[in-house]
């Protein structure tokens, strides 16, 4: 049992490079988000999903596209990468509500991305 | 706009005595609220989560506090240890499913 997994540990590119962050979690999960972590900024949320071809928006959607084909991955893709998404990256899933319940968020190690 | 808010961002706080995190949040329809612990060069870690309609839970060490007139919480960790020196997130669950978080307060727990 993996986890979440995300790759690559490290990522740089140029203005205007396009890329896709790799996440993958082995729990059966069905909520995946991406988040950014960012100085003086915490947690941001940049997209979510509920289950497989289900997406939806976080706080700082712009930039970035997701899609959700297996219940497993949830890649982040950067179309045309900008300094201002230089970041470290995190992933997490969950299982989805149970009822009224919170389920707890497990997150992969994350991907420093740097854009020059 | 942010939605939950962690006004502190650092605390020292000597080892064996109490540390004392604060969090206040905006949206009234949160309806659970979750703290997370985050050691350097690696990922977040749940610590405690605290459902809308109590106004406490404890486990172990940790003891979240509730306070929904003020849209305030709380994360009280008795008896401070060195291990707990890291950035703890304060976060609250949606109606529409997101988790959001704040800033985050780094801990320091001095010898």
């Known amino acids: 049992n993996a986890g979440v997994t995300q790759t690559p540990k490290f990522q740089v590119l140029k203005t205007g490079q396009s890329m896709t962050l790799q996440c993958a979690q082995d729990?059966?999960?069905?909520?995946m988000s991406w988040y950014r972590q960012d100085p003086g900024m915490g947690l941001r949320l940049i997209h979510y999903?509920?289950?497989?071809?289900?997406?939806d928006q976080g706080e700082v959607p712009n930039g970035y596209n997701v899609s959700r084909s297996t219940t497993e991955d949830f890649p982040l893709r950067l179309l045309s990468a900008a300094p201002s998404q230089t970041s470290v990256y995190f992933c997490?899933?969950?299982?989805?509500?149970?009822?009224?319940?919170?389920?707890?968020?497990?997150f992969g190690p994350g991907t420093r991305l740097t854009v020059l | 706009d942010q939605q939950v808010k962690q006004n502190s961002p650092s605390l020292s706080v000597q080892e064996g005595r109490i540390s004392i995190l604060n969090c206040d949040y905006t949206?009234?329809?949160?309806?659970?609220f979750l703290w997370y612990k985050k050691y350097p060069a690696e990922g977040p870690t749940f610590l405690i989560s605290?459902?809308?309609?109590?106004d406490k839970n404890e486990d172990g060490r940790f003891t979240v506090f509730l306070n929904k007139s003020a849209k305030h919480l709380s994360l009280h960790i008795v008896p401070s240890q060195p291990g707990d020196s890291a950035v703890y997130f304060c976060?609250?669950?949606?109606?529409?499913?997101?988790?959001?978080f704040g800033k985050g307060t780094r801990l320091h727990i001095l010898p």
């Open positions: 999903s509920v289950g497989a071809g289900i997406t």
């Open positions: 605290i459902s809308s309609i109590k």
């Open positions: 997490a899933s969950s299982y989805f509500r149970t009822g009224f319940a919170y389920n707890e968020q497990f």
């Open positions: 976060a609250a669950r949606a109606r529409d499913d997101k988790i959001i």
């Open positions: 949206n009234s329809m949160f309806d659970y």
């Open positions: 729990m059966n999960h069905e909520y």
